[in-house]
Structure formats: C-alpha cells, structure tokens
C-alpha cells in the first residue's frame, strides 16, 4: 500500500483502474474577521489537513449574492484565484472535491 493511502479512497469499476477519490471533507464553524456582517465562516478540512476557509455572505451589499459562500483563502490544490461565489455550501464542496481530485 503506498504512503498515505488513507487519505483515499480507492473505488474500484471493472475494466477500469483505481479512481483515487477526496477524502471527506470536515467543516468547523468559526467567526472570521471580514470587516464587515461576513463573520460566519467554516475551515474545511481533507483528512485532517485545511485546504479552504470558507465564508458566507451575509450582508446585504451582496444583493443577489447574499446567503452563497465565498473561497476567503484556499490552500494546497484550493489555493486558486477566487473561483466566484458558490450558491450553496454543498457547491462549495463539490469544487473543493474536485481540486483535491486533479
């Protein structure tokens, strides 16, 4: 088994090789200093390790994009510039999944 290997999971399909999958993700609420009504924010963790601080956008200067998350800081594969906003939390997750996938 190579180094590391719990932090993927290998999901097997006949005729096909081992597809690595994203550890799941775990988030922890945390208060994050914006300056401004965004203090509500998670870290997002791969297998014990922080890859993205997310934060959700409250204030009402977001218009149409107020209740959506933003990518505050990313970090390993997520430290990209600023892919917009995410609508949901569960949108957020599925591009962190696929960073963490490449």
Known sequence: MEPHASAWIRRYAPGRAFTP???????????VATGSDDEDGRL?????????VLVHLAG???????GGWFLEAGFGCCAVPAPGVFPTIED????????LSK
């Open 21 to 31: 999958m994203p550890p799941p993700l775990t988030y922890r609420p945390v208060r």
């Open 44 to 52: 997002v963790l791969a297998d014990g390790r922080l890859v993205a």
């Open 60 to 66: 009402e200067e977001h218009k149409e994009l107020r």
């Open 92 to 99: 957020a997750e599925a591009w962190i999944g696929e960073q």
